[in-house]
């Protein structure tokens, strides 16, 4: 069974996260990646452990299964050769390099485009290529710079402190904005025949990804404020405490808050005015958490969990990242998927398709792995 993206080849300069979890998405859809790699390191994140794995790094297996490595030298003008070659066959070009950098190898969108009108040219940068072209581009500097940190831990009034999100969320939206923009591209090039310059950056995909709070300082002025666990505009929708821990209950409509104060056994609360209305609670938050957490000391976390879920309440204990996979497993949701003998499973590709159903992966490459076909391939390919 052909996959979407059988057919279409793509050359990948990139790489840390955000660029090469793109190119492992169109892997997993059945695109050819090939990976350029630096002699001697290749990919920073090859050396980003522990964890390791015997091939490399976890946080690098995590972003580059089902691609061929190969290493090119671009202070070796053979092979920066080989390179432009790679680019003029490519449907696909991925990079994240500082803007300008590739100019120097003849690597830029016009001089590719150019050889290969057809290319869809993705470049992938921290800040953007205008005003912000110098500034190197990590996650944690744009959770920092770009306002989700100071959304993000417990209130001031708290002692609290700006937080990081405990993943590098920032590089993998990006890297999804990167995907979606270069599947957008490809189906435009079905219509034009031309391919087109996609450009992405993290500060611009962080942005786009605060919704509510981005909306919430447009309308308003003001800028959102850390609250913990709390929801700005929705209560209860927080970690609430219970006998021997605490329990994860989100009340999206008054008919679900009015279930929970039954089940809580103080059906009153759903009439109290303070309480009758989401926008209500929202404005009596303090008073609603210390009424809850009276009633939910009678019982813990998993009688209460029970309970709610059972009456169409949306209510959870806090998991481990392990728990979270066996829930995954328990709900038939298939998390893993065996990328091959004596390499650690990795997470299913999170897309269900009902035509065209992703069942095989292949394991990150070894560093170079590839390079002596590669190259002949496309040594092949001068000769024409």
Known sequence: MRLPLDGILVAD???VLAGPLATTMLADLGARVIKVERPGSGDDTRSWGPPWTENSAAYFESANRGKESVLLDLADPADVELARELARRAD?????????????HGLDYERVRAANPGVVYCSITGFGAGGGAHLPGYDFLVQ??????SITGDPDEAGGTPMKVGVALVDVLTSKDAATGILAALHARQATGRGQRVEVNLLSSLLGSLVNQASSYLTTGAAPARMGNAHPSIAPYE?????GGSVAIACGNDGQFRRLAAVLGDETLADDE???????RVQHRSALVQALGALLAAGDADTWVARLVDVGVPAGKVGT???GFALAADLGL????DVGPGVPAQVRHPIT??????????APPRLGEHSDAVRRWLQEENRR
């Open 13 to 15: 300069f990139s790489r």
């Open 353 to 362: 398709y009902s035509d065209t159903p992703v069942t095989e992966y292949t």
């Open 239 to 243: 970690l609430l405490p219970c006998a």
């Open 274 to 280: 303070r309480f009758a209305t989401n926008a209500a």
């Open 144 to 149: 920092a710079v770009g306002g989700l940190m």
């Open 334 to 337: 298939d998390p893993l998927v």
């Open 92 to 104: 696909v070009l991925v990079e994240n390099f500082r803007p300008g950098s590739l100019a120097r």
């Open 321 to 323: 990242v392990a728990e």
